[in-house]
């Protein structure tokens, strides 16, 4: 593919070869529209772009788009939801968190509960958390064996590559943060009242695994970005930057998938006069 | 109930006894907090209380709401949903449309569909159209007998009676336009292209039962309006009025509900030990 010019896409998406997360700068900003404020701003300013290029493909009813966020605790999935996915039309738009697999869910292949959830022609669906858990929380925690795990990777492509051709485009955010980056935002959850509920000690306890969750968002990347369904490396330390470069990313995608309204052969003359007054 | 003053729903909420839909004015714009300007504006700024109402909610987790959206064709279901229900948070809210029953639909009993949309603890519902379609269609155009359709009102006030009693709010709007402004409407969707699509001839075809679904929205309205569930007649001719009312009343509602976040038991000088670096 001939590069992007000015493509936000481009400039996150995962180059090809083998990754070095950790030479991904999650603190970095690239290509952002101005510092905090102007970012902020522009990131409400996609909601026009949106609206209605999310119109136009609910009005085609021929694709749809599907929206991956992984991250680790505190990378601000559930930011995006509110602050990105929320720009968007409620109509045209699902959004399912993926928790830990309910008793019916584990009772089936794991991506079961994902084909349940995905979009319908015309549709946007975000998913906070997904199938790529099943290469993670199983990986860092040795919860089923090697040989297991390790042949989802190619499995995943596979789905993956199907849905596509079945008309559903795939975007996948990886939002980014440090390790320092999410104690902040852990402490943040203690001190604030109105979010210590969403406080989990075994946040905590899951951070002595957090070079075992890099190996396994590395292998993620690295295996499952294809040309029909890449990863982009969003980097997540500043929550603004975040928000305007998934909202980017979404903006981008749609203008370049460019749905049409469908083609009406409507006599719009006689129609018009059936509705002339008394009728 | 003592009258609540000031309150928009006490204002629109159905009288008791015989109604009389003619009587209820489709332009008005009771207790609007001004103009089209001031009122739309207004609605924009329901969006921090809402946010702030139904992060509460979802941090409880043991009530939820249900926003019942009823109306003849361009009442403007699909304009409260876009700027009403779109003001709330993606996550907690889940949208429904239903249309025609399905062939699966079809074959189960009319609430079938209508309890697998229901909310979640914590979460908020709307519906664009519901199972009070199966009090209108059918009646209007006779296609089962009046047998079945009449005995649909109880069951319907003895299926929101249990789910009231499990917990879940109910809010029902019916949006109410005028025969000259639904013309209006339908003729603005043929002029503006980037909404013919929406366009269909049967929706003229419809008009000539205007009155016929007058008498079953009157029905509806006069047998399905109950203390736990009451109906909301909507003014609707003015759009600016109808998205502010309906974000008054899911704002007055969820105020009342006043949902409160959990209690937490963490040792938070320990926990904040536990994360001080290196850690």
Redesign the interface.
Same mark, same amino acid.
């Given at each position: 593919m001939a590069p992007r010019q000015h493509s936000l896409r481009s400039a996150l998406a995962v180059a090809p070869g083998t990754v070095n997360l950790a030479g991904y700068d999650s603190g970095d900003t690239p290509l952002a529209p101005g510092k905090k404020k102007a970012t902020e701003s522009a990131t409400l300013q996609h909601a026009d772009d949106l609206a209605q290029l999310q119109?136009r493909l609910f009005?085609e009813r021929k694709r749809s788009l599907l929206l991956v966020l992984q991250g680790i605790d505190t990378a601000g999935k559930?930011g995006v939801?509110?602050h990105v996915?929320?720009l968007?039309?409620?109509?045209g $738009? $699902?959004?399912t968190?993926f928790k830990k697999p309910t008793p019916e869910e584990a009772a089936h292949h794991f991506l079961w509960r994902i084909r349940r959830a995905l979009p319908d022609r015309g549709m946007i669906a975000?998913f906070?958390r997904s199938h790529y858990e099943d290469v993670i929380v199983p990986r860092v925690h040795e919860t089923i064996p090697q040989a297991e795990w390790a042949q989802r990777y190619d499995e995943i492509n596979a789905f993956e590559s199907a849905l596509s051709d079945s008309g559903t485009v795939i975007v996948k955010c990886f939002l980014n943060i440090s390790y320092?980056t999410q104690?902040d935002r852990?402490?943040a959850r203690?001190d604030d009242? $109105?979010k210590?509920?969403?406080?989990r000690?075994g946040d905590?306890d899951e951070?002595a695994y957090w070079s075992d969750y890099q190996v396994a968002y590395t292998a993620m990347v690295q295996n499952c970005s294809t040309e029909v369904a890449p990863w982009y490396i969003v980097p997540s330390d500043h929550k603004w930057y975040r928000n305007w470069a998934v909202g980017e990313i979404v903006r981008e995608t749609l203008a370049e998938m460019d749905p049409q309204?469908?083609a $009406?052969d409507?006599d719009?003359p006689r129609?018009?006069r059936?509705?002339a007054?008394p009728?």
């Open positions: 119109e009005a559930g939801i509110s996915v929320g968007l039309g409620p109509a $738009t $699902t959004v968190a975000a906070d320092a104690r852990l402490l203690l009242p $109105t210590r509920w969403k406080f000690e905590i951070r309204y469908p $009406t409507l719009l129609l018009a059936r509705l007054p009728y």
